[in-house]
């Protein structure tokens, strides 16, 4: 125990000594005013753990602005630890690391859940960013248990992980969580991991993208045949329209793919679905919730929390091209939309980020437009690229 708060508290050491090495390079009038934001997001987290009872997590705000709180199981579960980890790492200050720590541990159980490939965004944003900061056995074996809970939802027909329960569905967001096995078999898991998680993405190439760099949301296999019987949408507009968390998911995938493989088919894919997404984004730089939305639907709202995940994803992908500019320039034209005007500052909202559409096609409101836990996160997470960003 002891042993593990001297690593962190060198990590600490570490990380404050890089984030102030940083600081001198940044222009003091250089948009989007990330100090700020800063200061005003570590404010919103720093509350919220008080108002967090142990064993719930955050998903999405409610109309009155307090979180939604879901059990250890839900898909969201791993964001809320891993803001606290990413307020420890873009502060430096070794408070953060009680807390995270403290978050994360009541996930563990979460390793033998089989039932959601959504496994992969659980343990990877909280018991991946523990073991990032302090690398430790225990840990790691959560992670590789978490990764065979994941792999054992992988057909072989299909050629993929099964996203979602009843018929085979996969989910373009599935690219999110083949991120555990790639970590998980450079991590002593074995090749196999490594094989589930290139064969899953080779068939979302083949079967979620369209030729103009669009994405179906659902993939529907049958499971004898391996043939695709449907393709559709669940969060999305129409079956054939790109829904822009999807494609924001996508974007941020198969860069992580690059990075895990070096293949480039995932970068081509990477940068055609950021091209994509560029392409369709309105004046503000934030997307409504799905790119293909007519004009006069009455439920024309923003998902903010696509712009954040796409920022973040572009803040990856810039370091994998030869002239990063235009993609810098994206990724700062959403944060800097994001925190001028889409911080929950002065409203009710206990999260961060504000305008993030869950499920647009729900029936119940808070879903239209609310604060996202995962949005915080990723946000966070661009922040946090931004600033640490080398330059071009
Ligand atoms: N399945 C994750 C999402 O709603 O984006």
């Keep these: 125990m002891v042993h593990r708060y ?3 508290l060198i990590a600490a050491i570490f990380l404050f000594a890089s984030f102030a090495c940083h600081a001198p390079a940044l222009r003091r009038d250089r948009k ?13 987290l720093r509350r919220s753990i008080t108002e967090i009872p142990a064993g719930r997590f955050p998903i999405r705000t409610k109309a009155q602005g307090a979180w ?8 969201t579960s791993g964001f809320y630890p891993g803001c606290l980890w990413l307020a420890f790492r873009l502060s430096g200050d070794s408070s953060w690391i009680q807390p995270a720590r403290m978050k994360t541990g009541e996930l563990k159980e979460q390793q033998f859940n089989t039932g959601t490939h959504d496994v992969g965004f659980m343990m990877m944003s909280s018991y991946g960013q523990a073991f990032l900061l302090n690398p430790n056995e225990e840990d790691r074996q959560n992670l590789l248990q978490s990764a065979r809970s994941l792999a054992s939802r992988f057909n072989s027909k299909a050629g993929c992980i099964q996203s979602w329960n009843g018929d085979f569905q996969v989910i373009i967001d ?21 094989e589930i998680a290139v064969s899953h993405a080779r068939q979302t190439i083949r079967n979620h993208l369209r030729e103009d760099g669009g994405s179906f949301h659902v993939v529907v296999y049958d499971t004898a045949t391996g043939l695709i019987r449907e393709k559709r949408t669940a969060q999305g507009y129409a079956a054939g329209s790109t829904w822009a968390r999807g494609q924001a998911w996508g974007i941020y995938g198969f860069t992580m793919c690059f990075r895990e493989t070096g293949d480039s088919l995932y970068l081509r894919t990477a940068l055609r679905m950021a091209d994509y ?12 919730w799905d790119f293909n939305l007519p004009e006069d639907h009455p439920r024309r709202v923003r998902d903010a929390s696509a712009a954040a995940i796409a920022s973040s994803a572009l803040l990856e992908l810039r370091n994998d091209v030869r002239d990063p500019a235009p993609y810098d320039r994206a990724a700062e034209r959403m944060l800097g939309a994001l925190i001028d005007r889409y911080l929950s500052r002065g409203t009710e909202s206990s999260g961060i980020i504000v305008h993030a559409a869950y499920n647009a096609n ?22 946090y690229r931004y600033l640490h960003r080398t330059e071009s």
């Excluded at 939604?68 to 898909?75: A, G, H, M």
């Excluded at 997404?277 to 409504?288: A, R, T, Y």
């Design 68 to 75: 939604e709180l879901t059990p250890p199981e839900t898909w």
């Design 174 to 194: 599935n690219m999110m969580n083949l991120e555990l096995l790639f970590w998980a078999s450079r991590h002593g898991g074995g090749p196999d991991l490594h």
């Design 362 to 383: 729900s029936r119940n409101p808070d879903d239209w437009d609310a604060s996202t836990i995962w949005g915080d996160y990723y946000f966070l997470e661009a922040l």
């Design 277 to 288: 997404f560029l392409d369709h984004l309105p004046e503000d730089h934030v997307p409504f």
């Design 32 to 44: 989007p005013s990330c100090r700020d934001a800063l200061s005003f997001a570590l404010s919103q």
């Design 6 to 8: 001297r690593s962190f």
